[in-house]
């Protein structure tokens, strides 16, 4: 018998309901019944009975559940990977067709100060060079995930272990003394007269660029009873010590501009080693032209700054 469906011979399909793949597949990504529940707008409740009903449909477990976490089973391991790709095809289609004339748009991730202090002065560059991409810069000195943010691309600063992402390094931070030229602040022993400006790092550790290092470094002895300022935001020890507060041990990457213009001096070392900036992405799906694009400038930008 000859089918007058448009599209060939009609199929019964035999699925589970599509909030139960949802369910599993947001819990499969984040790890977490909890994150997956927020991203869904539901309770973690809500997802624990459709993931049961996608069990209960296909007779396999497909988690392990944890107390705070939760993992695939061979089984689940299987499906997740079909379902993301499924939904990511769906959505991509339904942007296109939905928005045909939508221009691209590629969201770059990186911490509150170089947002501030690297990137944002370089906009107008990028601009120039690619008016047909929108990008969007998302600044948050938490380690961001691509998905549930929409990030593209992740300026990382650390080791450059970051699980699940290709990375490729950027350039190599050092940390340095830097004072508003107006203090006179010449050498070492004017440190003296003057107020050390301090910043507080997201995570504690003996390897951070801090003025104690830096003293331990020079061979003298640290003196935390002498004259300091405290900020917990990179971003605000730059802007105080542009004001004039004091002498800063700050990234000479962020303060560039300050220098070249004059606002900021390096009058005297040593510098320190801080850590290295990493350009990252998503390695599945790939990233598309526009995010590519985007990538390449990034490269160029950072090899101009390199000593």
């Not at 998302?138 to 990030?151: K, M, N, R």
């Not at 190599?172 to 003394?177: N, R, S, V």
């Not at 003296?192 to 470094?217: G, Y």
């Amino acid at each position: 018998m000859t089918s007058n469906h448009p599209f060939g011979e009609r199929t019964t399909r035999r699925l589970p309901p599509l909030s139960s793949l949802r369910a599993f597949e947001a819990a499969a990504r984040h790890g977490s019944f909890k994150r997956a529940a927020d991203e869904l707008a539901v309770t973690p409740t809500a997802i624990s009975h459709r993931i049961r009903v996608l069990e209960d449909f296909t007779g396999l477990r497909l988690f392990v559940r944890q107390v705070r976490q939760v993992t695939l089973t061979d089984a689940g391991a299987q499906l997740y990977p079909v379902l993301r790709q499924g939904f990511d095809a769906i959505e991509a289609v339904l942007a296109r067709l939905t928005q045909p004339n939508r221009r691209d748009r590629v969201t770059v991730s990186a911490t509150h100060a170089f947002t501030a202090k690297w990137l944002v002065p370089r906009v107008a560059r990028f601009h120039a060079l690619h008016s047909d991409i929108d990008l969007q810069l998302h600044a948050s000195d938490a380690t961001v995930d691509f998905q549930t943010h929409g990030i593209d691309i992740a300026v990382r600063y650390g080791s450059g272990a970051y699980p699940g992402l290709t990375t490729e390094v950027m350039f190599a931070d050092t940390y340095a003394p830097v004072v508003n030229p107006m203090l006179g602040v010449r050498s070492i022993e004017d440190l003296q007269s003057v107020p050390l400006i301090h910043f507080d790092w997201q995570k504690a550790s003996p390897a951070n660029p801090t003025w104690e290092t830096w003293f331990a470094r020079t061979g003298l002895a640290w003196q935390p009873a002498r004259g300091q300022l405290r900020y917990s935001d990179e971003g605000h020890a730059i802007q105080a010590a542009v004001a004039g507060q004091g002498v800063a041990l700050l990234s000479l990457a962020l303060v560039a501009e300050e220098i070249a213009a004059g606002y900021l001096v390096q009058p005297f070392g040593p510098a320190i080693p801080g850590y290295t900036y990493h350009l990252a992405m998503r390695a599945d799906p790939p990233p598309g032209p526009a995010a590519l694009a985007v990538a390449h400038w990034l490269r160029r930008e950072a090899e101009a700054c390199k000593p």
